[in-house]
């Protein structure tokens, strides 16, 4: 993908004032000693015990929590399976779909909540990101669907690019059973969807924004939905969607279905959960607050000139095959978006400032290897599940270490091993 003649031009350039070195076989060492400089032992803060703390603003991450050597996959203890997919009560047709698919056997949130769901139940999954937890709910959704034609229901996500994902995953799960699905976001001309939502989908999947709209206008109709899927709720209310979510299921039908999936469980959760959920049944599936399976260090960079020549040396090594890279601002990533394709990389952008077609362009071709570096910002990033990430690059740092979590997931999915680098001053 890189273009190795421009690099020529550009290595006088390459980092100069900073303490990273590109090693033989690519991965930097863990940079155990010393305290990057934008640490500040002059005003540790209150509740950080002593510990020093980062000083950008907003930041409170001890720069220790990017470091971390991935646990060999071999070491961690398989999890065991209760059911096949075969054993599951649903329709023929879906486990055939699923064998296409490639699914063997079920991951550790779908073999507990696909029983609970197909006997009706209200599920709270805690489930990180990579746990399989959209096939969780879709497979007994589909037979339910499937089943009882008359079934609808509705998936209420945080941003458009899940709400795509999981309308892919729909199709692969049910297909050749006559369903439909719509997807219903923001960035999009309301045409189109107004038009499938009058023919009456099998699948809703939208962001509240608009879901919330059409509802208004009267195009959508939540009565006719017997279930809901809340998924990565906690992202929504973090995102403060927590009013429209409110507003949409106190006008669906009861009794219904509810289930809900998040990463973390929060007060706000509980509340909501309470609210709208009937005797709802945990089922945790987190499989710890850190990724074992992603090799994650911290490059340090001197001034923000020697960054982007730092970055420019990492993306030209030939490991770093398939990378995400992480940035703060819409502009900031425009802009390095920009710039590494100046420098011969082929780049694209993913942020809010774009419009909804030209963020799926660029993840279709980020999907499709047919660029090989995609620059995103956090909200545009959430939920993605783009398989065979080789980096997760933080070149910015996240706002929060569950917004990290959430960033290097992006990698080391479904098995897979996955670096995360994190720049660091
Ligand atoms: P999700 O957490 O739903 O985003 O899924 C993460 C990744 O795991 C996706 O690439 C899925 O296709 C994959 N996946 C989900 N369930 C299974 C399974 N039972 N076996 C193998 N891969 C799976």
């Given at each position: ?107 550790a949130i779908q073999?507990q909540t696909?029983?609970l769901i197909?006997?009706?139940k209200d599920v709270i999954g805690v489930a990180n990101t990579g746990t399989g937890k959209t096939?969780a709910f879709?497979?007994?959704l ?11 229901f509705l998936v209420i996500v945080p941003t458009?690019?899940l709400a795509?994902?999981i ?38 999947i939208g962001t509240p924004g608009?879901l919330k ?9 939540p009565?006719?939905y017997?279930t809901v899927v809340l998924d990565e709720a906690d992202r929504m209310l973090d995102m403060g969607f927590i009013t429209d979510i409110r507003f949409m299921l106190a006008l669906l039908?009861s009794?219904r279905q509810t289930l809900l999936f998040s990463a973390t469980l929060s007060s706000e959760i509980d509340a909501l959960t309470r609210q709208f959920q009937n005797n709802p049944i945990k089922i945790s599936a987190v499989t710890g607050v850190t990724p ?86 956090d909200v545009?990033?959430r939920g ?14 996240p706002a929060s270490y569950d917004d990290y979590v959430h960033r290097?997931g ?16």
């Amino acid at each position: 993908m890189y273009n190795r003649n421009f690099r020529n031009s550009s290595r006088s350039r390459f980092a100069k004032g900073s303490s990273f070195r590109p090693q033989a076989g690519g991965f930097p060492r863990p940079q155990s000693g010393g305290l990057p400089r934008a640490y500040s032992s002059a005003s540790p803060r209150a509740g950080s015990r002593g510990r020093r703390v980062f000083t950008n603003p907003g930041l409170r991450i001890n720069v220790n929590r990017f470091i971390n050597r991935a646990t060999p996959q071999e070491a961690v203890a398989p999890y065991n399976a209760i059911h096949r997919f075969q054993d599951f009560a649903i329709h023929q047709t879906i486990k055939q779909n699923i064998t296409r698919v490639g699914y063997e056997t079920p991951t550790a949130i779908q073999d507990q909540t696909i029983p609970l769901i197909l006997e009706g139940k209200d599920v709270i999954g805690v489930a990180n990101t990579g746990t399989g937890k959209t096939a969780a709910f879709l497979i007994p959704l589909i037979h339910k669907a499937a089943t009882f034609r008359q079934e609808k229901f509705l998936v209420i996500v945080p941003t458009r690019e899940l709400a795509h994902q999981i309308q892919d995953e729909f199709v692969r799960f049910s297909q050749t059973l006559g369903l439909s699905s719509v997807v219903i976001i923001g960035g999009m001309g309301m045409g189109n969807q107004i038009r499938a939502l009058r023919r009456n989908p099998t699948a809703v999947i939208g962001t509240p924004g608009r879901l919330k709209d059409l509802i208004e206008r009267k195009v959508l109709y939540p009565s006719n939905y017997r279930t809901v899927v809340l998924d990565e709720a906690d992202r929504m209310l973090d995102m403060g969607f927590i009013t429209d979510i409110r507003f949409m299921l106190a006008l669906l039908p009861s009794p219904r279905q509810t289930l809900l999936f998040s990463a973390t469980l929060s007060s706000e959760i509980d509340a909501l959960t309470r609210q709208f959920q009937n005797n709802p049944i945990k089922i945790s599936a987190v499989t710890g607050v850190t990724p074992s399976a992603i090799d994650q260090n911290i490059v340090r960079f001197g001034t923000e000139e020697s960054k982007v020549e730092l970055l420019h040396d990492l993306l030209k090594q030939s490991e770093f095959e398939k990378v995400l890279v992480f940035g703060q601002t819409k502009h900031g990533v425009e802009r390095l978006s920009k710039d590494l394709n100046e420098r011969g990389f082929k780049a694209a952008s993913i942020h809010g400032n774009k419009t909804q077609s030209a963020r799926q362009k660029a993840l279709n071709l980020f999907k499709q290897n047919d660029i090989s570096i995609l620059v995103a910002t956090d909200v545009a990033a959430r939920g993605l599940d783009i398989p065979h990430v080789s980096h997760v690059i933080n070149y910015d740092i996240p706002a929060s270490y569950d917004d990290y979590v959430h960033r290097i997931g992006r990698t080391g999915r479904a098995g897979n091993t996955g670096k995360a680098l994190t720049f660091v001053r």
